[in-house]
Structure formats: C-alpha cells, structure tokens
C-alpha cells in the first residue's frame, strides 16, 4: 500500500540521485555502511512510523497527557512507541559504536525521522529532544557526566528536555531569572521557574534529563544583567550517583500543562525548580551540575538549538508533506461535479482531481512541501559534510549551514502550515471536520512557527547577524553554488526559464541586500526582517529545486519519467508562481518600508 505520510520515490531521489548521499560510505566514519544499509535504516524508522506512531496519532490529539497529583501521565501507546523506537536503537542512530549507535549519515537519520514526525509530531517530539539532548552532552559535557548520563538517554531508559524559556522570558534569553548558587561539593542548587517546556515530565522513563540556562549569582548573591553569566546545567528528575544510578528525588516539580491547539501528544510543562516540595540533602533548590564553564551556557545550549532547529523544519515539512498526500488521494477518489466543456447533469460526476483550480492547490502544496523537504534534507547533508569532509570542504560546509539554519527553520515551518491550510481547502468541508486527518495536520503544524526561536528570531538573525559572517564569505559561497546550478540548468531546454528566473531574483535580493547594509539606524534597518527572510527562503528554495531539477531532467527515459517530469514541472511551477513573491517583499525593504516604525501605540485602538 502507498505510504500517506511520505513518498519514498521522492525521498530516495533526493537522498541518492540529487545529494548522493551514498558516496558517504566511501568516508571512514560511515565506511561500514552502503546504500543497502541506508535504505535499510530508513525502511526501519517507515516500519515503526506506520506500526506505533501513525494508528495513535489521533488518540494523542484526542487523550492529551494529564497532571494527576504532580505526575504527568501520557496514553499507554506512547510507553510501546518510544520502547519500538529506542529498542531499535534509533536514538543513538547517528552516533558511534561505543554509544550503542550505528554511525549513520545525519542526513540518513533525519530521512527516517521524516517518517515519524509524518506520523505524529506530538508523540516523536520525546524523541527529537532525547536525541538533541544527549549530542549536547557529547559535545560539551565532561567524561564524567558524558558516562552516567548519555547512556542512558541513548538506550531510551531516561528521556531529555531543554529548558530556556520562562513565564516572562521567551526568546529575550537575557532576561531570564532563574538562579543558580554554588556549593561547597562543586554542585549547584537552582531555584527558578520554565515556561513550555516539551516533554517537561512523562510516565515511560524512568528519569528525565533537563538542560537548564540559570545565571550564577556572586558571593553577595546577584547575578549579571543580559546574557553575561548564563550557564547551562544538568538536572535530572532523579539525581544520579557516581555510578550512574537514579537516587533521590530533585526538587523539580511541574506547576501545570499547557494545552496547546496541536501537537497535544507532547506534554508542555511549566516547571518550578527549588521551590521545595522536594530537599535533596535537606537543603533548598534542585541540584544541577555545571555542563562545561561557567558564563558560556548560551553557546552550549545553541549547539542543541541549532539542531532543533533543523529537526523543527523537517518536521514541519513532514507534517505539511503528509498532509498533501492525503489531499491527492482525497481529490483522487471523491466525485463532484462536472467539467465546464461538458457540463451535461445526465453524466456521472468527476474526481475533483479533474477541475482545474483543485489541481491548482494540489501542484501548489506539491511545490511547497516537495521544497521544504529538500531544504531539510539538503541542510542534513551540511552536517555530514561539516564533520567528515577535509578540512577546506567542512570549514565551507560549516558556514553555508550557519547561513541557512534560521531558513531551514523558519522556511519549512511557515509554508508547511500554509501546505496544510490548503489540504483542508481540497477537503472543502469535509476538511473542517475531526472525520479526516488534514486538520489535525494543521494544528500540529501550526506551532512550529513559533518554537525554537520564533519566524521573527529567525529573520533578525539572519539579516542581523548571519548574512554578515566572516564578512560574507557564506553568502559570498551561496552566489557560487547557485550560480553553478543555474549553469547547468541552462543546457536544459525544460529549465532555461527557471534558471534566468533564480539568477534574476538572486541579483535582487543581493541588490537589496547591499542597500539594507549600508542603513546606519538599526532599527529601521531591521524593522521589516521578516519579509527578507521570506524572500531570501524562496530564493534559496527555488535554487534547490532547480537543482535537483537538473538531476532529474539529466536522467529522463528511465522507467520513473513521469515522476521526473513531474519534478521538473513543479521547478516550473516554483520559479513562475512563486518565486514572483519575492518582488513584494524586496518592495518593502529597498526602500525601508516605515509603516511598522511609525505606526503609534494608540493608534491600534
């Protein structure tokens, strides 16, 4: 039976035909591995997806978890889901023997994960932040720490979270109160509140790992303004001993759930630390124990953001990617109507499939989803490049993936939603009805947007900070491979269009991009962020696709010609309708649109 989560045809054209992803067995760290395996791995990830996440992705919309006496407690189905997963070792897929892993590809691991966000992001979140967890503490933990918690994260017996926000502090991480005071045993105690934090407390671990930003008060007991002494800490639901053992109980307590409009299979706690329901040694406040040095918690905790971030956008372009398979076989299969050249009432109806403006939103939710997913993968494949490629190549895999990370965030996130807003359109009122999937794919999809660093986060970092990275050597690099691209594109009669279409808008976005820089007022330079990201998303997602447009123009005749024409068809599409969007945006910043500036307080009443 067809998969309605992904196609698997359009996945292994990305993954083995555009980013050749099986030349990295030829690498030493993945040298034990093949397309074989890789495929293999993926076929995992598909089979769980179907068996333990998809069949109870609406009873987690519909049976959210429940704070009964201080304890979260989920639907049982999610014990046997994350015992499916982390019992195949998918929690430590991308890691190395010695940490129970299968040193698979990155770009491999976020394929197969694909699959299981496809089939419910609520219930797969547990295991996207277990995974981010535990890589955090690789990086940056000591040997210690490394050997009593990893482990553990890794075989699935405990389950991580990261802690940053707080109930007045969101994404302005500088103005988090949270406390942290040294002890005398090289410990820390925390007292503090967090605010939405997913996965925050759950029934099927034994223990829960939190990755907690604090400040470090001084001897006289303040703490630095803004950002300067925010560390990061480990502190464990339970605390463990020398020996890796689970022990007594840490004074980390959930106040409440949030109930949020999708992804309810998550649990979305806020939790008080040291408000001392619980007194480890007698003492008041949670223990935590310093990752790495004091005062650089937010670089640390970055290392794990990043990573969600991508996870985020692939996510969101899974959910956005599912939900249009189920319009396709929805229009496929529901009769309405007749065509206007013969609209005779005697004949039986169409498929609305068959009407053009149906067709319309379904090529359009093609484009879209079919974009973020390469986006995602594409942005996977930086990372592969960035650890096992020689040194020249990973130092330039390193910086286009800084570049692109708050688009590959922000991207996926914005147009999946808008991918899913028009599978329910397909549905018409059927849509709007708990009966079929595709609402509930929007509700899911709808957060995305907003965690891990909200669209507006993404944009003032991008145009803020990122495009200006070793005085633009990324974005300097972008121009180059697109410009590659648009060369090969241009020996394809079905392309040469597309590709005077990507050249074209790049010049402008680099145009406006020069003219924004030289904008002394950084308020008015930054006011209108949002609408560069939009446009410099669309531009980088129009690349990609007329990338791997080449791919599939260069391999016409094999048995899959309809599904390349198809690839090809949806470039067309992307660069003609699309692509055009970016005219509006650019509009806005060159010169300075001043509306959101000026515009005063009292007015909005």
Avoid at 47 to 68: G, M, S
Avoid at 218 to 234: Q, R, Y
Avoid at 257 to 266: A, E, F
Wanted: hydrophobic share 40%; net charge negative.
């Amino acid at each position: 039976m067809t998969s309605l989560l992904l196609s698997r045809r359009d996945l292994n054209f990305l993954l083995f035909d555009w980013l050749e992803v099986a030349q990295l067995a030829h690498r030493p760290r993945y040298a034990e591995h093949s397309r074989d395996t890789f495929e293999a791995a993926i076929d995992a990830y598909a089979d769980i997806a179907h068996a333990e996440f998809a069949p109870f992705n609406k009873t987690a919309d519909r049976n959210p978890p429940q704070l009964i006496d201080g304890e979260v407690h989920c639907m049982p189905q999610m014990r046997s889901a994350w015992e499916a997963f982390s019992g195949a070792g998918l929690l430590a897929a991308s890691e190395t023997e010695s940490h129970g892993g299968m040193r698979l590809p990155y770009v491999i691991q976020q394929a197969g994960l694909a699959y299981v966000a496809a089939a419910s992001p609520g219930m797969s979140a547990y295991a996207l932040l277990t995974m981010a967890n535990a890589h955090l503490l690789l990086a940056h933990a000591s040997p210690d720490q490394i050997n009593r918690f990893v482990s553990p994260l890794l075989d699935g017996r405990w389950a991580g979270t990261m802690c940053l926000s707080e109930p007045q502090a969101g994404s302005s991480l500088g103005d988090i109160t949270t406390r942290a005071q040294r002890q005398t045993d090289g410990t820390y105690r925390l007292t503090g509140h967090k605010m939405w934090i997913s996965g925050g407390d759950q029934d099927f671990t034994s223990n829960i790992v939190h990755l907690v930003l604090a400040k470090v008060a001084d001897e006289s007991g303040h703490t630095h303004p803004g950002v300067a002494g925010i560390s990061l800490f480990l502190v464990p639901k339970y605390l463990v001993s020398d020996t890796g053992a689970p022990g007594e109980r840490n004074d980390v307590v959930v106040a409440g759930l949030n109930h949020k409009m999708g992804s309810r299979g998550t649990s979305n706690c806020l939790l008080n630390f040291g408000e001392g329901q619980f007194r480890p040694g007698g003492l008041p406040g949670a223990v935590g124990e310093l990752v790495g040095e004091e005062g650089r918690g937010l670089a640390y905790m970055f290392h794990m953001m990043n990573e969600a971030r991508i996870s985020i956008g692939l996510a969101a372009a899974a959910t956005g990617y599912t939900g249009f398979l189920h319009a396709v076989e929805y229009a496929s299969n529901r009769l309405q109507g007749r065509p206007h050249s013969d609209r005779d009432p005697a004949k039986p109806p169409v498929r609305i499939i068959e009407h053009p403006d149906v067709r319309r939103m379904l090529l359009a939710q093609k484009a879209l989803v079919e974009g973020a997913l390469a986006l995602s993968l594409f942005s996977a494949s930086l990372v592969d490049e960035q650890r096992t490629a020689p040194a020249q190549q990973s130092r330039r895999a390193h910086l286009l993936l800084e570049l692109l990370t708050p688009v590959a965030k922000s991207w996926p996130s914005k147009w999946g939603v808008i991918a899913n807003d028009l599978a329910i359109q397909v549905h018409g009122g059927y849509g709007y009805t708990q009966d079929f999937n595709v609402e509930q794919f929007y509700r899911d999809n709808r957060l995305n947007p907003i965690h891990e660093g909200t669209a507006g986060i993404q944009a003032l970092d991008l145009l803020g900070r990122k495009i200006h990275l070793e005085d633009g050597a990324a974005l300097v690099d972008l121009g180059k491979r697109l410009q590659e691209t648009v060369a090969r594109a241009c020996r394809f009669d079905s392309l040469g269009e597309s590709a005077l279409a990507v050249s074209k808008a790049w010049s402008r976005l680099l145009g406006v991009t020069e003219k924004l820089s030289s904008v002394v007022d950084a308020n008015e330079r930054l006011a209108n962020a949002t609408a560069y990201l939009d446009a410099f998303g669309h531009v980088v997602v129009a690349w990609l696709g007329l990338d791997a447009a080449t791919v599939a123009a260069a391999r016409m005749g094999r048995a899959d010609e309809p599904y390349l024409r198809g690839k090809i068809a949806t470039c067309q599409y992307f660069c003609r309708w699309e692509l055009s969007r970016i005219d509006r945006w650019l509009g806005l910043l060159d010169p300075v649109e001043r509306a959101p500036l000026d515009f005063q307080e009292a007015w909005f009443g």
